[in-house]
C-alpha cells in the first residue's frame, strides 16, 4: 500500500515537472516570438525615420542646387551684359581713335569710297566703322535706317547722328556725323574737312534729325 502511494506521488511529480516545462517552454517561444516582433517594430520605425530623414537631405540639396544655379546664372546673366557693354565701349573707343587720325582730311562731296585723300560725310563714316569690321551704307540717309534708333537724350560714343540741311525745314537728311562723346562731334563738312565740333546750343543741335546706334 505505501509503494503504491509513492508510485502514484512520483507520477503526480513527474507530470507536474512535464507540465511546468511544457509551461516554461511554450511561455518562452511565446516571449522570444514577442520580443522578435518587437524588435521587428522597432526597426521598420527606425528605417522609415532614416528613410524620412535621407529624403528630407536631399530635398534640402536639391533646393539648395536650385538656388546656387540660379544665383550661378543671374551671375552669368550679369557678367555677359557687363562683358557686352565693355566690348561695345572698346570699339566706340577705336571708332574714335581711327576717325581722329584722319583730322584734316579735305572734304569733297561725293568723294569715292575707295579712297582716304578726300572724304564725303558718309564716305568716313563708311569709312571708319569699316576698319572695326562694321559695314555701312554709302549715303547718310541709308545709314540713317540700320542699327537701333537713340534719342538725343541717350547718345553715346559711337552712335551715328543725323541732320537736316542748314536753314532747312524739311526732315531730309543731309549729312551724318560720328558722336564722340562729351557733347562732341567728329565728322567732316565743308573747309575745315575731318574735325571735331561741339553739339548742344549750336546750330547743328537745332538741325538734328535723329541718331542710330550700330555697335
Known amino acids: 500500500m505505501i509503494k503504491q502511494n509513492w508510485k502514484n ?39 522609415k525615420k532614416t ?14 542646387n536650385s538656388n ?11 557678367n ?12 566706340a573707343s577705336q571708332v574714335i581713335s581711327i576717325g581722329l587720325r584722319y583730322r584734316g582730311v579735305p572734304y569733297k562731296f561725293g568723294s569715292s569710297k575707295n579712297t582716304t585723300r578726300t572724304f564725303d560725310c558718309s564716305s568716313f563714316t563708311q569709312r571708319v566703322f569699316k576698319q572695326v569690321g562694321i559695314n555701312l551704307p554709302r549715303d547718310s540717309r541709308q545709314q540713317s535706317s540700320v542699327g537701333k534708333h537713340v534719342s538725343k537724350g541717350q547718345l553715346k560714343k559711337g552712335d551715328l547722328v543725323f541732320f537736316r ?32 565740333t561741339k553739339f548742344r546750343g549750336t546750330s547743328w543741335e537745332q538741325r538734328f534729325e535723329g541718331a542710330r546706334r550700330v555697335l
Not at 80 to 91: D, E, F, I, M, Y
Open 9 to 47: 506521488k512520483a507520477g503526480t511529480v513527474l507530470a507536474i515537472l512535464i507540465g511546468t516545462s511544457l509551461l516554461f517552454g511554450v511561455g518562452g517561444q511565446a516571449y522570444a516570438a514577442k520580443e522578435k516582433s518587437h524588435k521587428s517594430q522597432t526597426e521598420q520605425k527606425q528605417q
Open 51 to 64: 528613410k524620412k530623414k535621407k529624403k528630407k537631405q536631399q530635398s534640402t540639396m536639391k533646393e539648395s
Open 68 to 78: 546656387n544655379s540660379y544665383a550661378q546664372n543671374s551671375e552669368n546673366t550679369q
Open 80 to 91: 555677359g551684359a557687363t562683358v557686352k557693354s565693355s566690348s561695345q565701349a572698346n570699339t
Open 165 to 196: 540741311s542748314y536753314g532747312s525745314a524739311s526732315p531730309r537728311i543731309t549729312h551724318v556725323a560720328i558722336y564722340a562723346g562729351n557733347n562732341t562731334l567728329l565728322h567732316t563738312y565743308g573747309r575745315p574737312g575731318v574735325t571735331t
